[in-house]
């Protein structure tokens, strides 16, 4: 064959690859779109009587998140089809034949894997926290111009801190309008202080809070001697779904921010973040494991749509002599155990810390949980080629 013939065979290969990964990228987007993330977030935003309008501008900031989560399996999806088809057609033997070894068949997925590794990067990195940013001052914009949903059975609204801490949640049982029934408020935004608050009855709207009446009120605390009870006829809140009764709390965030130290990770790229981290380290404050493992995933996810195709081209290659393709379906289990493996070590380093005699500090540890998927499946694929390429 002439020396541009391999430039030939890559440009036939990219092309069927790239048809599929579009393909795959629309169909696995519509899945995880209306199966997981759209369900649960307007379940999530139609809690607050959020008007269609925004609720459905606020739906559409939440795709590209569903984008950059399904890159790595439309990545591999595109490579197994494109060389179980080649396969089949006796077309890898082809190339075989004319001196192209399964190296050099590689070029074309490894060009796609970078591709797709570098998009993931730009959409989680970029486009996600600004989507999660403008998402999040719609939400709290429409909650203090809003009321409670209509034509509601019940209503639970619950806050949370810059760690995914439980703050404040409120259970109203039963409403009519502003009209409140049985209702109960707790309040864990007051170190080692539970409040809790219990009325039969009451009010609400946005200039004066949360009118109650007939309230049981509890105070609990690590010591004793401080817990109380009580009960009141009358009783207002004002604070919970209120943002100008926040204040402190923007003070304390905005603050953290003018500092450099807010670990959001949801609202941060790369860079931010880890400049956030080593800063709080600086001042010798507390940064939680999970942030840390979603810092890390922010590279380790995007290269995962790399180091998945090098198992997917191997196992989707079979001699013509064994009749059977059970590769294709080891290429199916294959990244299945990717999955189980980024979950695994995320799991593993959010609960548990071995230094291995010392020899490793806790973020050095979270950095080894955090990469050691991408090590795994990378040693695999390589192995798979190897061996393959000594069996064509």
């Known amino acids: 064959m002439t020396a541009l013939a391999p430039k030939l065979v890559d440009r036939y290969i990219l092309k069927q690859l790239i048809d599929y990964f579009l393909l795959g990228v629309v169909v696995f987007t519509l899945i995880a779109f209306f199966s997981d993330t759209l369900l649960k977030f307007i379940r999530e935003v139609q809690k607050y009587g959020i008007p269609f309008g925004t609720l459905l501008t606020m739906v559409g900031l939440q795709l590209p998140k569903s984008v950059a989560l399904v890159l790595p399996a439309s990545a591999f ?99 009519q309008g502003r009209n409140l029934g049985d209702s109960t408020i707790i309040d864990l935004s007051k170190p080692n202080v539970m409040q809790i608050f219990q009325s039969r009855s009451g009010t609400w709207d946005n200039a004066s809070g949360w009118n109650l009446k007939n309230v049981n009120a509890y105070v609990v605390t690590k010591d004793k001697d401080q817990s109380s009870a009580g009960h009141l006829e009358a009783f207002t809140l004002r604070g919970l779904m209120k943002d100008e009764d926040k204040v402190s709390k923007r003070e304390e965030a905005e603050r953290r921010r003018a500092q450099g130290i807010d670990t959001n990770s949801d609202q941060q790229n790369f860079a931010d973040l880890w400049s956030a981290i080593q800063k709080r380290e600086a001042l010798g404050k507390d940064v939680k494991n999970n942030t840390y493992l979603r810092l890390w995933a922010k590279l380790t996810w995007p290269l995962s749509c790399l180091v998945i195709i090098l198992s997917a081209v191997p196992l989707s290659l079979t001699p013509p002599r064994q009749g059977s393709n059970r590769g294709f379906v080891y290429a199916i289990i294959i990244l299945f155990l990717f999955y189980m493996l980024f979950n695994s070590f995320q799991s593993l380093g959010r609960f548990y810390y071995f230094d291995f005699d010392g020899m490793l500090s806790q973020p050095a540890y979270l950095a080894l949980v955090s990469w050691m998927p991408i090590l795994i499946m990378a040693v695999i694929g390589i192995i798979l080629i190897q061996r393959k390429s000594l069996t064509l």
């Open 77 to 175: 999806l595109a490579v197994l089809m494109v060389f179980n088809q080649l396969n089949n057609q006796f077309e890898v033997i082809a190339f075989r034949m004319n001196g192209i070894s399964l190296w050099r068949l590689m070029v074309p997925p490894i060009l796609l894997g970078l591709f797709c590794s570098g998009l993931a990067y730009s959409i989680n990195d970029f486009i996600v926290p600004w989507c999660n940013v403008k998402t999040m001052q719609m939400k709290e914009q429409a909650i203090r111009n809003g009321s409670l949903p209509a034509n509601g059975t019940s209503f639970m609204h619950k806050t949370f801190d810059e760690d995914h801490n439980l703050q404040q949640m409120i259970y109203i049982s039963h409403y």
